[in-house]
């Protein structure tokens, strides 16, 4: 039973948030709501009538639209194509169609461009095509699953605005998420939902972050950081001068890193911080071999892995958490033993020589299953019908099983419920104690402040600056993001240091400090 | 941490549900598949029960077991040569060409030499598989270098190879003529395979090198790195990449592979039956191939039962003709049965995998123990 005893009241105009733990049963509910589902008993009335929604063709006639959280878009079609696709019948596929894409993308200030294709368009454009889609199907009731999981925060700024102008317009917004500060500052009233119940409904103003984690996962959470560092002066990865050239998708090749340097030592995270789509992504598929830089030096312990092939990279002890575990980590049709083997399938206890050990490979994952506490009903069920969350713990338990010299986790806990989360977060400081290196990117600034030892900031292909995790807020960290501020942060205090001014002794952490060695020059900005 | 009890852990295996479902795919096209023949047949005007007992009579004989069993060695070879490539989901099309190119190629050398048979025949096999290999291998790299799509190029090179062989077919080139037939020159007698003893007909011997491909299908892909590589290729090209498998040599090693393993789809009949390549030769044993390589899901045994099943259905077909049943029904009956296997499977696909999202969610609702243990995780 994925869902029990769901009580919950949304009114009109007003933006209701949906929160709970990644299989709390969220996408059970809205499926229900869109149709998808029966539910085996319960009503659900829509304007105090009752209705009975059999498929989202019902939903949809009622004026229920459901934005998924995976997009469902025609890559090779225009905006206009995708948006009539299915609902040619409303106001046909030329000019009424455009007068009407027009008429409800200035209503709510949507900034639609109907002839772009949307192969061109980035994440958020794309998810205003999904929310321009189900309004011009006619929906007043929006229901968005997950809509912030695939945006960075300015866009997810940029779709509040949106959800607001269409409370305005009196329309209702069920908004799925489990990220608490944004719930926060969007919703009117907050549902939580916790084992396929709700637990109870809040105001923004009555509630904290804190409280509503806690209603979530249904206990006291543990407090969130215990800083005491581990950073040895032994370098474990060492990058230097690596420069990489893309073409994008107008055909247009501009570089994508520019001189990157750094070096991880045993025992550190380096947090990589920095706006989506800045050379992030290129970094860590440099590093990992999937993309080969121009020039440049790749160095793990002293040994020079600029042109080895990911399997040999990852032989000498480089685990990889990607950043879209579905599609980088995980086989989602195979058994979960068999997504252990994967990406290690050269390594005992995987296989044996040129053969493969099943058994091994079975055993270590109940292992896994076990220590990671994998919720799972057993290992030969396929990994796509784990929740999120459980393959992430999958997938981080695989990458540190084979004692890693250096874990490149990108964006460990995107889309992890904060059960999860806080696991996966002490799995990292645990293996950091033991000695590993972390090259950390996320794009959750409280997570890189609160794991990171050392944080850089990477801008169009450059590591433009760096600061302390522990002398510096997100929003300071932020404005570096985005080009304002560049070479050594520094808490505020009085006089901001210029670029490149060297860190102030003393001032906040000096133990930060001492642990900058002259490997770090190389990140300063260039 | 401990957990509750009968989960994950503990010595499972068999899972009850688990051999339901996967009976229930081929059962449920069987029926189906058997239920629509018969309103086609009924359609028709005939009474379709005694069409499947005059198949069921005549396929039962003897002399038409061995029939059938001859006829599904190459039908087998075809289909997993193209298994290969759908386990890494390339579209191998060019099967026909690959193996009739193959044993031209094959009966051009082992016409031309004359050794004793443990060399010989050797010989012919390995030149097939080369033969087979490179024909399927430009495939391979034309998709890695260039980007053309490897059902495009394998079509294109099926036709090629038909002309080839149509070019060096003839008098004074490769081949003699013999009434209205060319072909290439007879095998010497050495160079032929033995056969099985078996009454009234003799099975050809060639059944082992099916066995043996069968075999080697099971081990390499189940149970050898190389096997989860290629799987892994097959089921995500993302996740491959990043998990350390070349995409570009893999799809090239198995474009090769399964040309290699086509080139044998031509043996049975040249040395066990025709001794030469002539315009007789079989064609089309490929895309036989990919209807069987579908039937039998890509497993070793299942394409084992598809290629029995195809040659039951040919055999017993042109009895059907005696009885005045019409001549295309069988070709229906073969659609009508991949039609089905292929539906039955992703439906009960399908099916299964919402039962064990099913039974995942359950599994959270049902441990309260849960809460507290995550607490305990974290603290």
Same mark, same amino acid.
């Given at each position: 039973m994925a869902n029990h005893d769901i009580g919950i009241t949304v009114r009109r105009g007003t933006v209701h948030a949906l929160v709970g733990e990644n299989g709390a049963g969220k996408s059970t509910l809205m499926k229900i709501l869109y149709g998808m589902q029966k539910p085996d008993e319960g009503t659900i009335a829509l304007d105090g009538e009752e209705v009975s929604l059999h498929t989202p063709a019902d939903a949809i006639a009622r004026g229920i639209g459901m934005v998924h959280q995976h997009f469902m878009l025609a890559d090779n079609l225009t905006v206009l194509e995708n948006t009539v696709l299915g609902a040619e019948r409303l106001h046909g596929i030329a000019g009424r169609a455009r007068a009407r894409i027009q008429e409800i993308s200035e209503k709510y200030g949507l900034g639609i461009r109907v002839d772009t294709l949307v192969e061109d368009l980035g994440v958020a454009d794309r998810q205003r095509v999904e929310i321009l889609k189900v309004l011009y199907r006619g929906a007043r009731t929006l229901i968005l699953d997950e809509p912030t999981a695939v945006l960075v925060p300015q866009e997810v700024d940029a779709l509040f605005d949106n959800l607001r102008e269409l409370k305005a317009e009196g329309l209702t917004v069920l908004f799925i998420s489990h990220k608490l500060g944004e719930v926060m500052s969007v919703a009117d009233e907050i549902t939580v939902i916790r084992r396929g119940t709700t637990v109870e409904t809040l105001t923004p103003e009555r509630t904290s972050p804190r409280q509503l984690a806690e209603l979530m996962v249904g206990s006291e959470l543990p407090s969130p950081e215990t800083r005491e560092s581990t950073v040895t002066d032994v370098p474990v990865l060492r990058v230097d001068g690596l420069r990489l050239a893309a073409t994008d998708g107008d055909g247009v090749a501009r570089t994508v890193l520019d001189g990157v340097s750094f070096t991880i030592h045993r025992g550190e995270v380096l947090g990589i911080a920095g706006v989506e789509g800045n050379g992030q992504a290129e970094l860590v598929e440099a590093v990992i071999g999937i993309r080969e830089p121009e020039s440049g030096a790749v160095e793990l312990d002293g040994t020079d892995l600029a042109h080895a092939s990911t399997r040999t990279r990852r032989e000498q002890g480089i685990g990889y958490i990607p950043e879209d575990r579905q599609r980088h980590a995980l086989l989602l049709e195979a058994p979960l033993w068999e997504n252990r083997i994967l990406g290690h399938v050269t390594e005992a206890p995987?296989?044996?020589?040129?053969?493969?050990?099943?058994?091994?490979?079975?055993?270590?994952?109940?292992?896994?299953?076990?220590?990671?506490?994998?919720?799972?009903?057993?290992?030969?069920?396929?990994?796509?019908?784990?929740?999120?969350?459980?393959?992430?713990?999958?997938?981080?338990?695989?990458?540190?099983?084979?004692?890693?010299?250096?874990?490149?986790?990108?964006?460990?806990?995107?889309?992890?419920?904060?059960?999860?989360?806080?696991?996966?977060?002490?799995?990292?400081?645990?293996?950091?104690?033991?000695?590993?290196?972390?090259?950390?990117?996320?794009?959750?600034?409280?997570?890189?402040?609160?794991?990171?030892?050392?944080?850089?900031?990477?801008?169009?292909?450059?590591?433009?600056?760096?600061?302390?995790p522990a002398a510096i807020t997100p929003e300071e960290l932020g404005s570096a993001m985005t080009g304002a501020a560049s070479g050594h942060l520094v808490h505020e205090d009085d006089e901001p240091p210029g670029p490149g001014a060297p860190p102030l002794p003393g001032q906040r952490s000096p133990q930060a400090d001492e642990e900058r060695g002259p490997d770090d020059e190389g990140g300063e900005a260039r | 941490?401990?957990?509750?009890?009968?989960?994950?852990?503990?010595?499972?295996?068999?899972?009850?549900?688990? %051999? *339901?479902? $996967?009976?229930? #795919?081929?059962?449920?096209?069987?029926?189906?598949?058997?239920?629509?023949? =018969?309103? /086609? @047949?009924?359609?028709?005007?005939?009474?379709?029960?005694?069409?499947?007992?005059?198949?069921?009579?005549?396929?039962?004989?003897?002399?038409?077991?061995?029939?059938?069993?001859?006829?599904?060695?190459?039908?087998?070879?075809?289909?997993?040569?193209?298994?290969?490539?759908?386990?890494?989901?390339?579209?191998?099309?060019?099967?026909?060409?690959?193996?009739?190119?193959?044993?031209?190629?094959?009966?051009?050398?082992?016409?031309?030499?004359?050794?004793?048979?443990?060399?010989?025949?050797?010989?012919?096999?390995?030149?097939?598989? %080369? *033969?087979? $290999?490179?024909? #399927?291998?430009?495939?391979?790299?034309?998709?890695?270098?260039?980007?053309? =799509?490897? /059902? @495009?190029?394998?079509?294109?090179?099926?036709?090629?190879?038909?002309?080839?062989?149509?070019?060096?077919?003839?008098?004074?080139?490769?081949?003699?003529?013999?009434?209205?037939?060319?072909?290439?020159?007879?095998?010497?007698?050495?160079?032929?395979?033995?056969?099985?003893?078996?009454?009234?007909?003799?099975?050809?011997?060639?059944?082992?090198?099916?066995?043996?491909?069968?075999?080697?299908?099971?081990?390499?892909?189940?149970?050898?790195?190389?096997?989860?590589?290629?799987?892994?290729?097959?089921?995500?090209?993302?996740?491959?990449?990043?998990?350390?498998?070349?995409?570009?040599?893999?799809?090239?090693?198995?474009?090769?592979?399964?040309?290699?393993?086509?080139?044998?789809?031509?043996?049975?009949?040249?040395?066990?039956?025709?001794?030469?390549?002539?315009?007789?030769?079989?064609?089309?044993?490929?895309?036989?191939?990919?209807?069987?390589?579908?039937?039998?899901?890509?497993?070793?045994?299942?394409?084992?039962?598809?290629?029995?099943?195809?040659?039951?259905?040919?055999?017993?077909?042109?009895?059907?003709?005696?009885?005045?049943?019409?001549?295309?029904?069988?070709?229906?009956?073969?659609?009508?049965?991949?039609?089905?296997?292929?539906i039955a499977y992703e439906v009960v696909r399908r099916y299964g995998l919402r039962r064990q999202q099913r039974e995942v969610g359950a599994e959270l609702a049902a441990s309260p123990g849960a809460g507290g243990e995550k607490a305990e995780v974290s603290a």
């Open positions: 995987n296989s044996r020589g040129r053969l493969l050990d099943p058994r091994g490979a079975r055993r270590d994952t109940e292992r896994i299953v076990e220590e990671y506490d994998v919720r799972t009903p057993g290992i030969d069920v396929p990994a796509a019908s784990l929740s999120g969350g459980n393959q992430q713990k999958l997938i981080v338990g695989r990458e540190m099983s084979h004692e890693p010299k250096l874990l490149i986790a990108a964006h460990p806990t995107r889309g992890v419920d904060v059960g999860a989360q806080a696991q996966i977060w002490d799995q990292i400081r645990q293996a950091r104690r033991e000695g590993l290196a972390v090259l950390l990117v996320s794009a959750d600034l409280d997570e890189l402040i609160g794991l990171s030892d050392t944080l850089r900031v990477m801008y169009r292909g450059a590591l433009v600056a760096d600061a302390d | 941490m401990t957990r509750p009890a009968g989960r994950g852990s503990g010595p499972r295996r068999i899972d009850p549900q688990a %051999v *339901v479902q $996967a009976l229930a #795919a081929p059962l449920l096209a069987i029926v189906a598949a058997l239920a629509i023949t =018969s309103l /086609v @047949i009924g359609a028709t005007g005939k009474d379709p029960f005694h069409a499947f007992q005059v198949m069921l009579d005549f396929g039962s004989k003897s002399d038409s077991q061995i029939w059938i069993v001859n006829k599904a060695i190459p039908y087998y070879l075809s289909a997993v040569a193209v298994a290969v490539g759908f386990r890494m989901n390339l579209f191998n099309i060019g099967v026909d060409g690959q193996y009739r190119i193959a044993a031209f190629a094959a009966a051009v050398v082992g016409g031309a030499v004359s050794l004793p048979g443990f060399l010989a025949l050797p010989l012919v096999l390995l030149t097939a598989m %080369v *033969v087979g $290999a490179v024909w #399927a291998g430009i495939a391979g790299v034309l998709r890695t270098t260039r980007g053309v =799509s490897e /059902v @495009i190029t394998t079509i294109m090179l099926n036709s090629i190879a038909g002309s080839l062989i149509g070019y060096f077919l003839q008098e004074g080139r490769l081949a003699e003529k013999e009434g209205n037939l060319f072909h290439t020159p007879y095998l010497p007698e050495a160079t032929r395979f033995f056969t099985l003893p078996t009454d009234p007909d003799p099975i050809y011997g060639t059944i082992l090198i099916a066995l043996v491909i069968g075999v080697a299908y099971w081990f390499v892909l189940g149970r050898t790195r190389f096997g989860f590589d290629l799987r892994a290729v097959g089921r995500s090209e993302s996740a491959a990449t990043a998990s350390g498998v070349s995409v570009r040599r893999m799809i090239v090693t198995s474009m090769v592979l399964s040309g290699a393993v086509a080139g044998l789809v031509g043996m049975p009949t040249l040395l066990n039956e025709s001794f030469n390549y002539g315009t007789d030769f079989p064609a089309g044993i490929g895309f036989t191939g990919i209807a069987i390589a579908l039937l039998g899901r890509n497993h070793p045994i299942g394409m084992a039962l598809g290629a029995l099943l195809w040659g039951f259905l040919e055999r017993t077909g042109t009895q059907l003709e005696f009885e005045g049943y019409a001549q295309e029904i069988v070709g229906v009956m073969q659609g009508v049965i991949v039609l089905c296997v292929v």
